[in-house]
């Protein structure tokens, strides 16, 4: 209940990540390899919308553990345990046949990125509302 922003940053990464994806799914229109998949999947491959996902979720939730806990031993692991879900995430996408390596990796990049985005503007935000204040 004490957590309502970060709450709502987090429900705002993954929601906007959904549409970001699928612009970019849209416009690049990929076709998935053909090398006889373990799943089908329907749509374009480019970039890999499970990459970008797990990116966005593994990297704000070890960003929160951080941000609450300020443990360094808890952070660094919970950091490193994120990270490796994340590879493994990655890795069995290609293993499936869904996706081609470059589309994991323009996932991880993508996630990435907007990860940093939304911090970036978090803190913008932050700012401006201090700013306004102290001038009152």
Do not use: Q
């Not at 499970?50 to 950091?79: D, E, Q």
């Not at 589309?103 to 985005?117: H, K, M, P, R």
């Amino acid at each position: 209940r004490r957590h309502r922003h970060e709450a709502s940053l987090f429900l705002f990464a993954i929601v906007t990540r959904f549409l970001i994806n699928f612009a970019i799914k849209f416009f690049i229109a990929r076709p998935r390899p053909l090398l006889s998949p373990l799943f089908i999947e329907p749509f374009y491959s480019f970039p890999s919308g499970h990459a970008m996902n797990s990116v966005i979720v593994y990297g704000v939730f070890a960003f929160l553990v951080f941000r609450f806990t300020r443990n360094k031993v808890l952070s660094i692991t919970t950091a490193a345990t994120c990270m490796v879900l994340v590879l493994l995430i990655g890795i069995s996408r290609v293993y499936l046949g869904v996706h081609y390596p470059t589309d994991v990796v323009a996932g991880f990049i993508g996630g990435l990125w907007w990860i940093v985005t939304v911090l970036l503007v978090e803190k913008t935000v932050i700012f401006f509302h201090l700013f306004r204040k102290s001038r009152r």
